[in-house]
T-cell receptor, first 113, second 114 residues
Framework: AQSVAQPEDQVNVAEGNPLTVKCTYS??????LFWYVQYPNRGLQFLLK??????LVKGSYGFEAEFNKSQTSFHLKKPSALVSDSALYFC???????????FGTGTKLQVIP | SQTIHQWPATLVQPVGSPLSLECTVE??????LYWYRQAAGRGLQLLFY??????ISSEVPQNLSASRPQDRQFILSSKKLLLSDSGFYLC?????????????FGSGTQLSVL
């Protein structure tokens, strides 16, 4: 069975500081990994994905994520946080060849002005 | 361009009443379709997914069912709602082509069972 874990319910960061939202995965074979963001009462929006290739993946709104196979992690990062980045962030993953996409429990990011 | 429509946006239903939530996708063919439930604004639970007409995979035994009567239509149903069915329901689609992996989500339905 595949699973995705987000160990932090909430992350607080001051505006302008770098941010990291953590994600670890357990997916058989080659993992396909994703980050999504959700604003209140809205659907999820895609941020970035790792399928294959470079371990550092760049996405929307200045976000990036680093795939680390040895640590089975896919942490979301941004060099300088904005207040508008405050939202709920989801990590997701699936194994290649499978249709089921599994999501983590979400991490609430609060950027403090 | 592709779009996904999900309705209604909000729904208040009494316990024991039936449910039908509809999701349609435009601008693509043979999409993979998904129903997720989000409880209390947090984690997403995969309920059902479908890779084709009439093909439904159920992830969690529960009071709900899903159907795919047409290629781009995905319906979530219940014969008798329970209080525990309350939540935010999200429909999503994904292209079956390997080069396009991301999920596109609808705007969601907030279901309150009273």
């Amino acid at each position: 069975a595949q699973s995705v874990a987000q160990p932090e319910d909430q992350v607080n960061v001051a505006e302008g500081n770098p941010l990291t939202v953590k994600c670890t995965y357990s997916v058989s074979g080659n993992p396909y990994l994703f980050w999504y963001v959700q604003y209140p009462n809205r659907g999820l929006q895609f941020l970035l994905k790792y399928i294959t290739g470079d371990n550092l993946v760049k996405g929307s709104y200045g976000f990036e994520a680093e795939f680390n196979k040895s640590q089975t992690s896919f942490h979301l990062k941004k060099p300088s946080a904005l207040v508008s980045d405050s939202a709920l962030y989801f990590c997701a993953g699936r194994s290649g060849g499978y249709q089921k996409v599994t999501f983590g429990t979400g991490t609430k990011l609060q950027v403090i002005p | 361009s592709q779009t996904i429509h999900q309705w209604p946006a909000t729904l208040v239903q009494p316990v024991g009443s039936p449910l039908s939530l509809e999701c349609t996708v435009e601008g693509t063919s043979n999409p993979n379709l998904y129903w997720y439930r989000q409880a209390a604004g947090r984690g997403l639970q995969l309920l059902f997914y479908s890779v084709g007409i009439g093909q439904i995979s159920s992830e969690v035994p529960q009071n709900l069912s899903a159907s795919r009567p047409q290629d781009r239509q995905f319906i979530l149903s219940s014969k008798k709602l329970l209080l525990s069915d309350s939540g935010f329901y999200l429909c999503a689609w994904r292209s079956y082509r390997a080069t396009n992996e991301k999920l596109f989500f609808g705007s969601g339905t907030q279901l309150s069972v009273l």
